[in-house]
């Protein structure tokens, strides 16, 4: 069964679910993510899905990985993002957050990893940037940020026309007060300042696009995402013309649209 949906409607071309709370929104999420893997998987031998690294998607992880009936060995499966310079033990790490909520649950056919602390950056870019291109991508989950951010695309670096694939940024500000707000750094000194991201347009040629995007400190970036101008300037704003992808809410990360 699934779980009840408060509201739904779209907003442009993107479907928009609002859930009374983060467990119900996970589980949906969950549901119709891990049904667009299983149809997949029944049309061809393999898939390949991107998976965010956060702390609103610890919920969202757990339910997907818990879901019945998916043949993990055959999806191959990638991240969006990393911090530059760091190491994969380190305890912000992405591929550690990923190992803990993903990969000591299931075994994927593989998980591609971007290593943070690779010697060459720019070298290291164009790997990931190949791996990705060498299939078409299945299902992309992602979240958003605080400041409308799609993985690291954060406003003065998104790009709706990037012709990149993968990319080193440098984070914003609000970007870098969200690590510390949600525990992954102790102070914003220890934030680092660049990152390596998937682009935006990277991130959106995926098949299926399924948002999870809980808590009320994601409201005002929500708002600006339905309610304010297409712009990078809120880069979350680009789901609006995407009919592939569904952004499922909760009631406080929905406050400023039902207020």
């Known amino acids: 069964m699934t779980p009840q949906t408060h509201r739904s409607f779209n907003v442009e071309a993107l479907a928009v679910e609002i859930h009374s709370s983060a467990a119900t929104l996970a589980t949906a999420a969950a549901r119709r ?51 530059l310079g760091i190491r994969a033990d380190h305890p912000a790490s992405f591929r550690r957050f990923l190992r803990e909520h993903v990969l000591a649950r299931i075994r994927p056919a593989t998980f591609h990893f971007i290593a943070g602390d690779a010697v060459e950056p720019l070298d290291e870019c164009d790997r ?46 609000t970007c870098r007060r969200q690590q510390v707000g949600e525990g992954c750094f102790p102070t914003l000194d220890a934030v680092p300042r ?21 808590d009320a400190r994601k409201a005002r970036a929500v708002h600006n995402a339905l309610k304010g101008p297409l712009t990078p300037d809120c880069p979350a704003s680009i789901l609006r013309r995407q009919p592939h992808a569904t952004l499922l809410l909760d009631a406080s990360s929905a406050s400023e649209l039902t207020r």
């Open 194 to 214: 660049y990152a390596y991201s998937l682009t935006i347009p990277a991130l959106l040629a995926a098949q299926h696009l399924v948002g999870v995007v809980p």
């Open 128 to 173: 990931y940037a190949g791996l990705l291109r060498a299939q078409p991508v299945n299902l992309c989950c992602l979240g958003v940020g605080e400041n409308g951010h799609l993985a690291f695309n954060d406003p003065p670096v998104a790009d709706f026309a990037d012709p990149r694939t993968v990319k080193l940024v440098q984070l914003d500000d």
């Open 33 to 83: 993510a891990a049904g667009h893997l299983r149809l997949t998987l029944e049309r061809q031998a393999t898939a390949t899905a991107i998976l965010a690294s956060a702390t609103s998607q610890v919920a969202f992880l757990a339910a997907l990985t818990a879901e019945p009936g998916v043949e993990w060995q055959r999806i191959t499966l990638f991240h969006m993002d990393e911090y």
